[in-house]
């Protein structure tokens, strides 16, 4: 079995996931607390883990950086980017780069990643057993194992950056600048981390557009 392929194609819909989290709302105070604590908050971010479609076996979702408002998820077959994809988003893969985990499962004690990014740099520092353990505990004490995760904190992304995802052509993209409403369907699907006076205090940072617009029409259709 590929082991990738079945930890992704097993993650919640981001409505199912959200809804999982939003009964806890406690728990997102414990864990940006552990980050400041393990001093990881300047690296990781409190990640949403969900997905919006199904991979395959050989295949993976990485991130590329687009222009300065933008980035784009793609899917990844067998260490081959769809360049074309990519052109069409306006997109040319930087030369020397290199395909790094970018989102975390943390579960029993253990890491795992799900999720990619294309990036000349990997200035991150690894997560200690210790750190992961407490982080399971957490989300155990509360019934949602693995639910909240990381992901790799990229401050050059906007507090209210939109993911808008596609899922009948599995692609994901992130607008950094956004007319995102207040109240609207966006989910928020990560939290990042700052410390005030030795605690964790947690900030809402990207969005998530659930429902693609052929997904609305046929919801209004029926």
């Known amino acids: 079995m590929d082991s990738l392929k079945h930890t992704y194609n097993n993650l919640k819909d981001v409505d199912e996931a959200s809804r999982l989290i939003e009964a806890c ?12 604590k393990h001093k990881l908050h300047d690296f990781y971010e409190i990640r949403l883990n969900h997905k919006h479609f199904d991979i395959t076996r050989g295949e993976k979702v990485v991130t590329f950086a687009g222009n300065r408002n933008m980035a784009v998820s793609v899917v ?18 930087v030369s020397g780069g290199k395909v790094i985990p970018s989102d975390f499962i943390i579960k029993n004690g253990r890491v795992v990643a799900y999720e990619f990014a294309y990036t000349l740099t990997n200035d991150i520092p690894s997560l200690r057993p210790e750190f992961l353990q407490e982080w399971s505990d957490v989300l155990r004490n509360e019934g949602r194992d693995s639910f ?3 992901c790799i904190r990229e401050d050059d992304v906007p507090f209210d950056a939109l993911e808008v995802s596609d899922s009948e052509n599995r692609i994901n993209r992130l607008f950094f600048k956004s ?44």
């Open 25 to 36: 709302p406690g728990v997102l105070s414990n864990l940006a607390n552990l980050l400041v």
């Open 76 to 93: 990844c077959k067998d260490g081959e980017c769809p360049r074309e994809l990519l052109a069409s988003e306006g997109i040319v893969p």
């Open 148 to 150: 909240l995760g990381l």
């Open 179 to 222: 007319d995102r409403a207040e109240g609207g369907s966006a989910l928020t699907t990560s939290w990042r981390v700052d410390e005030q006076n030795g605690l964790g205090v947690h900030w809402k940072c990207r969005y998530c557009e659930y429902m693609n617009e052929h997904e609305r029409k046929c919801k209004a259709n029926n």
